[in-house]
């Protein structure tokens, strides 16, 4: 089915509304109705899809498990394991402008960084991993006897994939998350059952669709969509899944921590952050002012290792405040399709509440709105970039992810409280450091309690970097060597001669 273009977008390629399953795209036989796909720069419905039940995920994961088992699977060569994704890139490649803009529609981001971002990101993505396939070995190991001298051991290591795999995404980056879970799976040897966040699920569906075309193996990536509490939750109770790679929020992570302790899952958890960008009085205020603009407005918030803490030394904390509050107040709110667009909406009516509620409690406890904190006379869950001064330390609005375009700033009077105050949040996300002086940055960053630090800039990713959290951000890392950890596990083999 395709949209019908209007004065705002262009015709959108929909997905036909069945899942990947088994090989095949078929509707889920046991499906407890439809959920709707908003709109979220209108609040009008795209469409519905499945609301997958826990017997729906049962037949996706026995799919994937006799996939696992089978004779095709096992003695496929790696590099034909990457060939795979490889024939994935080439279609989602071809398919890029149209899944770009379906991925626009459901999720409220921008088509530019749709486009230039997410889709690169999910063929780049697909590319390192196929990479990775034909390249994950064992290690030797010196032996020492303690049986008889004249016994001669020898014993080396495999890396042996972990089994099934339940990848479960967030709604922010959604197609991006779908690949990040599915190509290193695929890549190491495992297979897959994926379900995307039921607030963004149409590109996840798409891509079930070109997973189809690619010639894959029957029951090598399975697709089921649905609710959280419902098919989430029955793929990470269920005894064949290995493994849960999840991205979400903190409070999910927790809850599949705690239940995956039942079959003793390997999980790795990508959760919240409150990142702190952190402006030194040697910083290149040209560069540092932009820089922390874009770290906390950039996708409206909506990304984990946002900069939504702007620590700020005394000297140049007039500057910066007044540099950000300018380019908050100069932005753009408009259709994620228009070119001169720099803002676009939250995902969801929930989540525009709950940044809004966050805000006024802030200000009622005695924050200082210095640019933003209103909802625009707008349809769709738009949002002004927002930056708050006086803000405490204890207030939620500094404690708690906001996951919206909302900056709280702090005015750092001496330079030796600064590692402190930014390690002081239960996240460990990320960080980043704007500075001129090389061993301050490199001293400072060494004591920062994150998984990423940035100098200079914020929030970029790169494959070959490993990715993940500290503190309630997470357990594990994605991306790079570390994924061969994620996906695998050793197995000793020892021989006496
Ligand atoms: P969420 O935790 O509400 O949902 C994430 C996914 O978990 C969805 O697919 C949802 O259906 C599923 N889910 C919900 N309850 C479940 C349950 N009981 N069992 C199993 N699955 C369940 O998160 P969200 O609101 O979609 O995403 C925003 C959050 O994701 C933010 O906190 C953000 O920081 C985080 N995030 C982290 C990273 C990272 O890499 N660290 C990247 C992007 C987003």
Redesign the pocket.
Known sequence: TTLPATADRPAIVLPGGKLLLNGELAEPRHAQGTIDAIDPATGERIMAFPACSAADVDVAVKAAQSCFESREWRAMRPLDRGRLLENLALLVEEKREELAALESLDSGKLLFVTRNVDLQFTIDGLRYFAGWASKINGEYVTHNPLMPEDAIYRAYTQRRPIGVIGG??????PIGQAIQKIAPAIAFGCTVVL?????SSLTTMRLGELIAEAGFPAGAVNIVTG???EA??AL?DHPLVRKIAF????A?GQ??LAASAKTMKRVTL????KSPTIVLADADLERAIPGAAAAIYSNSGQI?TAGSRLLIEAPVYDAVMEGVAQIADSMKLGSPFASDTQVGPLISARQHERVSSLVEAGVREGARTVAGGQRPDKAGWYYRPTLLADVADDMTVMRE?I?GPVVCATRIEDRAQIVKQANNTPYG?AASIWTTDLDSAHVLAERLDAGTVWLNTHNVLDLAMP?G?SKL??LGREFGTEAVHAFTEPKAVCMRL
Request: hydrophobic share 30%; glycine share 20%; with cysteine.
């Open positions: 479960i995404t967030p709604w922010n980056f379900k995307p966040s039921e607030e609710t959280g509490a989430g939750a990470v991205t979400g929020s903190t999910t809850h599949i990508e959760l919240g952050g984990c992810e996951f996300l990715f959290g951000s997470g």
